[in-house]
């Protein structure tokens, strides 16, 4: 039997955190591989810190929602929220599985051609697109959802030079119950300046309006607010038809649906919280149906479902640095990952499970990261067995943001590994070097050399 590392008993000022009607929690179930594939063998291949996406996992949560919309709807289409994940070989999961992209930048944009996605079967989202970014989706015929006047006269004007009508809609913003409402990004509903953007590109006869396009929120909460962006736009599509006699082939509600995640703060855990996709499905699907539209008019349903698709897929391995004890008693424990490359830290309450056996005693924690800032927390307060230096740990659903929002601030950014069907495992993004990083970087002459 391993001996027990002796730690000094302290007394200590009790810091239990927000409590809730199941009182403080606890995460006392190792978690030792992911879909077969042992964690300390992840670890030992592919180094510490490492994230892990799990094919499987995409395959499943992807086919799951698509059933859910296409058993209530019979025209639906989901393309794939680039923003959230976009290395390619998570992006070509979803395209495999039948998804278009959206996509909110030539970056973007370009990442997707490069995947094999047909221009055709891309969404160019997002405030800016350079001339040279709309002539290349124009020559592609990929769907432009308009999000300003600026941007609509700048269509306009590159239209002048071309044979092709693009096929547009625009983005709308509207009061849907939910406060603060979002209405950065398209025309507002409510004071017509939707309607005013849709009859400029009717009457300028070089576009081919085409659809409708609202992102209500993130991480949103109530299956009812996308009820009313329904039911706001199908008013919009209803006054297209006998107005402009334009037929609007698509509307599109955007993402926003929450993943399994629990918010940081959150009285209840998010298994408590969160509407399912079910009852999003029912929510959207229920209020076109009921609109109106005789059958073969239905227009196409597209979802632009990011986090609530990816977060489950995603997992963080990393290990323990060391223990200390802070001013007022607490235990902290600083871990080889930090909000660098976890970023989802600062809103979430992420769940974090030890990757080896443990004793049963427990101690309500602080998880720092390894870098030089005092916001680097992972956890304010967990309550977790006692961890030692080399201890690894799994952070549960961090798919979603995390590998497109880090970055190499002090620690460089880790590899990032697939686990396929099969269960063999994939570098899909090789860890960062310093090569790699000073690759961009010039060095003027007078500045080369220095003697200290």
């Not at 004007?157 to 509207?174: G, L, Q, Y």
């Not at 099969?422 to 899909?428: A, E, F, Q, R, S």
Request: with cysteine.
């Amino acid at each position: 039997m391993q001996k027990l590392r002796y730690e000094r008993p302290v007394i200590q000022k009790m810091n239990a955190g927000l409590m809730n009607k199941f009182g403080t929690r606890t995460e006392y179930e190792p978690v030792k591989q992911i879909d077969g594939v042992a964690v300390k063998a992840i670890i030992e291949q592919y180094g510490s810190p490492v994230f892990v996406i799990s094919e499987r996992s995409i395959r499943r949560t992807y086919q799951d929602a698509v059933r859910a919309f296409k058993t209530r709807y019979p025209k639906v289409q989901f393309a794939w929220s680039y923003k959230t994940n976009y290395i390619n070989a998570v992006c070509n999961v979803f395209h495999q599985e039948g998804s278009w992209a959206e996509v909110v930048s030539g970056f973007e944009y370009n990442k997707a051609l490069g995947n094999g996605v047909p221009g055709n079967k891309i969404i160019f989202n997002g405030p800016e697109k350079t001339n040279e970014e709309l002539k290349q989706a124009i020559e592609n015929e990929s769907l432009i959802h308009i999000d300003h006047f600026d941007e609509l006269y700048q269509l306009i004007d590159i239209c002048e030079h071309t044979s092709k009508k693009p096929r547009v809609a625009i983005r709308v913003n509207m009061d849907t119950g939910i406060y603060p409402m979002w209405d950065r990004f398209g025309f507002n509903y409510e004071n017509g300046s939707a309607w005013n953007a849709l009859t400029k590109i009717v009457a300028s006869g070089k576009l081919q309006l085409t659809g409708l396009h609202c992102h209500i929120g993130t991480y949103m909460l109530s299956s009812e607010a996308y009820a009313v962006a329904a039911k706001k736009l199908i008013s919009l599509a209803q006054d297209c038809k006998t107005k402009l006699d334009t037929t609007i082939l698509y509307l599109d509600l955007g993402g926003g649906f929450p993943s399994a995640n629990t918010l940081r703060g959150a009285y209840l855990p998010a298994s408590d919280t969160n509407p399912s996709l079910e009852e999003f499905a029912e929510a959207i699907t229920n209020t076109i149906l009921n609109a109106g539209f005789k059958t073969d008019e239905l227009p196409l349903l597209i979802l632009e479902t990011g986090r609530a698709l990816i977060d489950e897929a995603g997992y963080l391995l990393g290990t323990v640095l060391a223990n200390k004890r802070l001013s007022d008693g607490r235990r902290a424990t600083i871990m080889d990952f930090g909000v660098n490359i976890m970023f989802t830290s600062f809103w979430y309450e992420h769940k974090i499970s030890p990757a080896q056996d443990f004793t049963h005693h427990t101690e309500d924690m602080v998880l720092y990261g390894p870098l030089c800032m005092n916001i680097d927390v992972v956890r304010e307060t967990i309550n977790l067995p006692l961890l030692n230096r080399g201890d690894h740990v799994v952070v549960h659903r961090v798919g979603a943001y995390n590998m497109t929002q880090w970055m190499q601030f002090i620690q460089m950014r880790p590899n990032v590994v697939m686990i396929d069907e099969k269960g063999n495992t994939h570098l899909i993004r090789e860890a960062e070097s310093l090569p790699y990083i000073e690759q961009l970087e010039k060095m003027p002459g007078h500045l080369a050399q220095f003697t200290l």
